[in-house]
């Protein structure tokens, strides 16, 4: 081989340095090509981050819907007239309240205040029972004050679905003696259960025939608006007083027949420490002192 051919030490460090710039300059285009694309790393960062703001938005919703709009109504501006803490639909002359264990000891001197109030109690319904066994602790002593005091009195019974309908009639019927001037029997049903429409009508219709038949006065059917409009939109139900159940509305929006409305569950009365409904009655004080029972109807225990 020639001299021409061979490489001097000059020309392989020449080669040498030209290998190393060739080197960086591809891990440079390496990197820069790195650089275009996301690694695991960063994606996993921006679905964690889209999770956390989708569950925050599903959250705020949620607490929205439950928790917020079915009271939005607690903070609207009152047009009308408050009274009771809370804005009081005016165009109503006859007022009450119904109360149960929860309420505990009431003040009943401060209670006969609110007779001569801007909004005047007249009427109070009392739970009496619930189901086949459970008596309302402060039942009898709540009834017989409510006569002495001077309200028109009247005794609800909670139904139980599932449990046996002819025995929660007879509990309700050995616990509650109705006298001249009470109001009718009230069932009270806010609950299905596992019933279905059909067997939860059937126990109702049971309860209503029993109470009927002993005090002799159609009792009165208590239900919130949307449970009634979903189970028991029944015209077998027409011929009962109503009382609807149906909160934070300026205006009632059933379309059928009801005799009381209880319109919220925070009032705020003289003589009851706890939150208490509000109902009025779809009427004159003459009507509903004419729905009570007259003598010869009222019934003693068994």
Known sequence: MSASGRKTPASKGKASASKGKTGTARRRTAAKGAGKG???RDLSVWVRSLLIVGIVLIFSAGFYFFFIRPYAYRWKPCYGMKGYGVCMPCSFEVHGIDISHYQGEIDWEALRAAQTADFPIRFIFMKATEGGD???GMFERNFGLARRYG???GAYHYFVPGTDAGKQADFFIRTVQLEEGDLPPVLDVETAGKSTPETLITGIKTWMDAVEAHYGVKPILYTPYKF???YLDDALFD???YWIAHYYVDSVRYEGKWDFWQH??????PGIGQEVDLDV???SLEELQAMTLPADTARVRP
């Not at 919220?264 to 009365?269: A, H, I, L, P, S």
């Open 38 to 40: 996301h690694t695991p």
């Open 134 to 136: 459970h008596g309302d």
């Open 151 to 153: 309200f028109i009195r």
């Open 228 to 230: 009634k409009k979903r």
């Open 239 to 241: 011929g009962y007083p």
């Open 264 to 269: 919220t569950d925070v009032g705020q009365v």
């Open 281 to 283: 009655f779809r009427g």
